[in-house]
């Protein structure tokens, strides 16, 4: 959020998230450099609809993070969970950035489904005022979440020691990791589309880019966790932590045919591909529904490709059903592509979790 934005020391990347908590440590480059990516679940009970509801209980863990990993740094900077955030692209009328300032709050409560006195808002300019007509439109993208929501976030990081230097959005954070340049001014009409989804523990993100640009980006319920729990309802006899090692052991196949052998015997893989089906259509009918969307408000485009980020991107499989879907090139997410440094341990073993802190650290990275 604005009032947050200040210059600062070299900061790291904090996520916290519905079951981890992660923290990115870059040393300041072009590129910058890997320094340490760590992570520690998130107590339970401690979030509800990915924000935090008991701020000691998170600050006491993410502490303990800090210390066992050798972290020293104070400053951090940090992202507002997903369904807690409203993101919107909108067209207005020409004008210098100063008169935005004044003009932004009263266009974005159209757009905003909170009391616009309750909220913290951003917004970033898409377009520069001297390439646009005097008489036409600028297209800006406006952010915001509920004050009381920042707010205990804030605490949890001062209660482990940290203090707030930037508040972003996770979804601007991913782009940022993957799509180095997304979301900053210019009008790249020829460049590169792609479609990045992030998919989180408890909800996911659908992102549009263009190039340096921002097309869109949506929040929607479908997440990895819903893959876990459909299983759980299939077996009805099973916890959550079983339930979530059936889903990591097997494949989904291309088409949601046979699911591969493995994992418990006493899961039959035809049980469990009838389980994940109808989370993995209502993923893809999301996806297209967005898509349809924008080419009714925006016009028609073509997309080159697709990205799978966070911890649902490691669903072995889920790339190629995904892709023949949607009938698109699909990758899963490679954020230390845009570093220096072989990440270890857990950041080398759950890359595109880390998608987010490490685009909130490459924002906190100090190039003087």
């Given at each position: 959020m604005s009032y947050l934005r200040k210059s600062q020391p070299t900061a790291i990347g904090v996520e916290i998230g519905t079951s981890s908590i992660k923290v990115v440590a870059l040393q300041p480059g072009n590129p910058?450099?890997?320094?340490?990516?760590?992570?520690?679940?998130?107590?339970?009970?401690?979030?509800?609809?990915?924000?935090?509801v008991e701020p000691q209980a998170v600050a006491n863990e993410l502490k303990a993070l800090l210390s066992a990993s050798g972290i020293t740094a104070r400053h951090a900077v940090t992202?507002?969970?997903?369904?807690?955030?409203?993101?919107?692209?909108?067209?207005v009328p020409r004008m210098e950035r100063k008169e935005l300032d004044d003009a932004i709050r009263w266009e974005a409560e159209r757009?905003?489904?909170?009391?616009i006195d309750e909220v913290s808002m951003d917004y970033d300019l898409l377009d520069d005022p001297k390439t646009v007509p005097e008489d036409g439109q600028m297209e800006v993208v406006i952010a915001a979440v509920p004050t009381e929501v920042v707010m205990r976030h804030i605490e949890t990081l001062r209660l482990a020691g940290l203090e707030p230097t930037?508040?972003?959005l996770k979804s601007f954070a991913a782009l940022r990791a993957l799509l180095p340049?997304?979301?900053?001014?210019?009008?790249?009409?020829?460049?590169e589309v792609v479609l990045v989804l992030e998919i989180g523990a408890s909800s996911s993100v659908i992102g549009l880019v263009r190039g340096n640009r921002l097309l869109m980006s949506r929040n929607v319920n479908v997440?990895?966790?819903?893959?876990t729990i459909a299983i759980q309802q299939s077996f009805g006899d099973l916890d959550f932590g079983t339930a979530e090692s059936v889903k990591t052991g097997y494949v989904v196949p291309s088409g949601m045919g046979a699911v591969a052998e493995g994992g418990d015997l006493r899961f039959s893989?035809?049980?469990?591909?009838?389980?994940?089906?109808?989370?993995?259509?209502?993923?893809?009918?999301?996806?297209r529904r967005s898509l349809e969307f924008y080419r009714v408000q925006s016009g028609d485009l073509v997309i080159d490709r697709v990205i799978l980020a966070g911890g649902g991107a490691h669903l072995s499989g889920l790339a190629p059903a995904v892709g023949e879907a949607l009938g698109l090139p699909v990758e899963v997410a490679s954020?230390?592509?845009n570093v220096q440094g072989n990440p270890t341990g857990s950041a080398a073993e759950h890359g595109p979790e880390f998608t987010v802190p490490l685009g909130l650290a490459m924002r906190g990275v100090n190039y003087g």
């Open positions: 910058p450099t890997l320094q340490q990516a760590v992570m520690t679940p998130t107590p339970i009970g401690s979030m509800r609809d990915g924000a935090v992202a507002m969970p997903n369904q807690a955030a409203v993101t919107r692209n909108i067209m757009y905003i489904p909170y009391p930037v508040v972003d340049g997304a979301g900053s001014e210019g009008n790249v009409k020829d460049a997440s990895a966790d819903s893959f893989p035809t049980r469990v591909s009838e389980a994940l089906r109808p989370v993995l259509i209502e993923m893809i009918t999301e996806v954020p230390w592509a």
